[in-house]
């Protein structure tokens, strides 16, 4: 297993980390939990990613059970969670509060069985706070020892920066890294939005639904097979579903089978190496968060590392002319273009 630093910092994470986000505490409960997570460990996956809402708060519970249960050791691991939206109702429940990071930060180490998680994420940015607040909430977390480092998901650049702004002037430590959706089908904040923040601040990503909820294993061309995201999360989905019927799904799954030609024909793998491995080829991804519902699917998507290498110039052109959606970037780094009066 490769590892990198998380953009600026000096945390090691390996290439292919996994989440349990629908899946963990959700759809699968248990002695699976554990199954999947120490097939991962094995292979050399040793960061696990979760959230305070993935299933209410047990999905932290759960793979901090697994955890224990395996004997893991703590410092083996990275762990990585995220606040936001809490698992209760109530005004001061859920957001980016100094009172609910602090209160969401504690319940979350409970129910992880834990002193302390690697990472603690922003899991969106809160507009009803003020970022001094937010900053220097996060900062008290990294004094007291409940996190070590933390970072950002789905900010715009313009939130990540005022963050960076703020921890600058106050002295304070500043967000290491964004969880960031990135595949072959979404490539706009990352490849666009953020460009210049790799540039300025080194912030590394961590990408999540990096197989588009499964669509790029090619297990939606055919229809929607039983046991699967789009099958169990029917209602979550529905919008998913019904695009699969509609011109902009039907192409993507059109692009699939032709992405499928390249990887079996060139690449001698599957369409699901070619699209992980073409992410953790781009410079800026620090880790692909996996996603797997069984233990099977980790070891087949961790042969990806596999085909890192075998994405040269070639492949890599013949994939952007299947694709046909790479961001243009804009000079101004995401700022409007100016007129040819140079007005907005
Ligand atoms: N920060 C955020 O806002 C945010 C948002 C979303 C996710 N995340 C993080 O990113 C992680 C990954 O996201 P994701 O689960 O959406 O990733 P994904 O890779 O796009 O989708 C994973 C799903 O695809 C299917 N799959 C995976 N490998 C497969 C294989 N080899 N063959 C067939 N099917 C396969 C499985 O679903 P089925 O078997 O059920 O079909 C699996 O649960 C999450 O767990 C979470 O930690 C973060």
Known sequence: MPFRRLGPSGLRVPVFSLGGWLTLGGTVVGDPVKEIIKIAFENGCNMFDTAETYAKGKSESEMGRAIKELGLRRSDLVITTKLFWGTKSGPNAAGLSRKHIIEGMQ?????LQMDYVDVIFAHRPDPHVPMEEVVRAFNYVIDKGWAFYWATSD?????IEEAYHVASVLGLIAPIAEQCAHNLFNREKPEKEYAPLYKKYNIGTTVWSPLA???LTGKYNDG?????RLANHGDEFKSAVESLQKEEGLTKIRKVKELTKLAEGELNCKVTHLALAWLARNPNT?????????PEQVIDNLKAIEVIPKLTPEIMAKIEAILDNKPTPVPTHGRPPLDPFGRL
């Open 224 to 228: 929607i097979p039983a046991d699967s």
């Open 107 to 111: 319940a979350s180490l409970q129910r």
């Open 213 to 215: 909820g499964g669509l």
């Open 155 to 159: 900010w715009s650049a313009r939130e």
């Open 286 to 294: 620090s880790t692909v968060i996996l996603g797997a519902s069984k």
